[in-house]
């Protein structure tokens, strides 16, 4: 299985104070049992986005990197579960950078979600 820090995209669940679930695509990176994310230049209604209002309303997230191909025997996916902060973090945006190509020609101005990673559940279609 490729690493799944590697994965270009994941998806970022997050839970409204209604209790709905609110998925959306992420660019990410992992650093030890560390998550970032930052909003970005991305074209977007606000920068007061729905996660965040989420994260402040409930810190519990999950985040899924998957891989899918035709050939299902390299299908794999990983699901982390944890506890997500809204901060200025300079040395995440840096991270970022360093993973996307994007992100260093045009940094994200943040704010930076950090997710403390607290479970990471694996499956894949062929054994390790």
């Given at each position: 299985?490729?690493?799944?820090?590697?994965?270009?995209?994941?998806?970022?669940a997050?839970?409204?104070p209604?209790?709905?679930p609110?998925v959306?695509?992420?660019?990410f990176?992992i650093?030890?049992?560390?998550?970032?994310?930052?909003?970005?230049?991305k074209?977007?209604r606000?920068?007061?986005?729905?996660?965040?209002?989420?994260v402040e309303?409930?810190?519990?997230v999950e985040?899924?990197?998957?891989?899918?191909?035709d050939?299902?025997?390299?299908?794999?996916?990983?699901?982390l579960?944890?506890?997500a902060?809204?901060?200025?973090?300079?040395r995440?945006l840096?991270?970022?950078a360093?993973?996307?190509?994007?992100?260093?020609?045009d940094?994200p101005?943040g704010p930076v979600l950090?997710?403390a990673?607290?479970e990471?559940?694996?499956?894949t279609?062929s054994p390790s």
């Open positions: 299985m490729p690493s799944p820090e590697e994965a270009p995209v994941a998806r970022l997050t839970v409204d209604q209790g709905r609110h959306v695509p992420i660019c990176v650093e030890g049992e560390t998550l970032y994310t930052a909003v970005d230049q074209p977007k606000t920068r007061r986005l729905r996660r965040l209002r989420n309303a409930n810190p519990r985040v899924l990197i998957d891989h899918y191909e050939d299902w025997s390299k299908l794999w996916w990983v699901r579960r944890g506890t902060r809204i901060v200025d973090d300079r995440a840096e991270l970022l360093a993973k996307y190509p994007q992100y260093a020609a940094p101005v950090v997710v990673i607290e990471r559940i694996e499956w279609m």
